[in-house]
């Protein structure tokens, strides 16, 4: 079965500096798809970004970005310009062929003004 | 505007109540899931549904049931309520497809929060 792997429980960061959240997950299979969801304090989950696990070039979104490595088994998030409005909790998330969505435990981030 | 909703949103019943949580979405995807986010804010998946009359048990087990009778509507029972049950459930849905832009993508419910005394 596959698992996803979030390693900080929680981050901080003051607002404008970046901010690096780290995923690993084990899986045997070569096509698959990777996310980041957040989750606002009492708010709907949304997506942040998507990876397809064939596509070599890391995905990006405004100030949002990963560093996918598929050998190593790695997509961590980088959120740059940190703004008060970033503070969740962030998950992980794999999608391979069964099409259920694994989640990380989550790494809650707090910005500091 | 197209969206998924959960209802209610906020529950605090007795032991032995039955309950049902309400998920509809109108943007006709057939992919429809219910997530159990635990305190801890884990999530495990406990039902999922490809389509209208297609449902089956996630990864955690839950004695909760789900049915499919509508695309658009993905309604979890739980027939006696115990103070294990208390628990944030999410409900989402997804595309079929491949390669869109779309495809895979869960979009989420506001979450029901479920309080069993």
């Known amino acids: 079965a596959q698992t996803v792997t979030q390693s900080q429980p929680e981050m901080s960061v003051q607002e404008a500096e970046t901010v690096t959240l780290s995923c690993t997950y084990d899986?045997?299979?070569?096509?698959?798809?990777l996310f980041w969801y957040k989750q606002p304090p009492s708010r709907q989950m949304i997506l942040v970004i998507r990876?397809?696990?064939?596509?070599?070039q890391n995905a990006t979104e405004n100030r949002f970005s990963v560093n996918f490595q598929k050998a190593a088994k790695s997509f961590s998030l980088k959120i740059s310009d940190s703004q008060l409005g970033d503070a969740a909790m962030y998950f992980c998330a794999y999608m391979g062929g069964s099409e259920k969505l694994v989640f990380g435990k989550g790494t809650k981030l707090t910005v500091n003004p | 505007e197209a969206d998924i909703y959960q209802t209610p949103r906020y529950l605090v019943i007795g032991t032995g109540k039955k309950i049902t949580l309400e998920c509809s979405q109108t943007m006709g995807h057939d992919k429809m899931y219910w997530y159990q986010q635990d305190p801890g804010m884990e999530l495990h998946l406990i039902h999922y549904?490809?389509?209208?009359?297609?449902?089956e048990k996630g990864d955690l087990s839950s004695e909760s049931t789900v049915s499919r009778i509508r695309t658009e509507h993905f309604p979890l029972t739980l027939e006696s309520a115990r103070p294990s049950h208390t628990s944030q459930y999410l409900c989402?849905?997804?595309?079929?497809?491949?390669?869109?832009?779309?495809?895979?993508?869960?979009?989420f419910g506001a979450g029901s929060r479920l309080t069993v005394l």
């Open positions: 990876q397809e696990a064939y596509k070599q």
């Open positions: 989402a849905s997804s595309e079929l497809g491949n390669s869109n832009a779309g495809a895979n993508v869960l979009t």
């Open positions: 899986t045997s299979e070569s096509d698959y798809y």
């Open positions: 549904s490809y389509g209208v009359n297609s449902t």
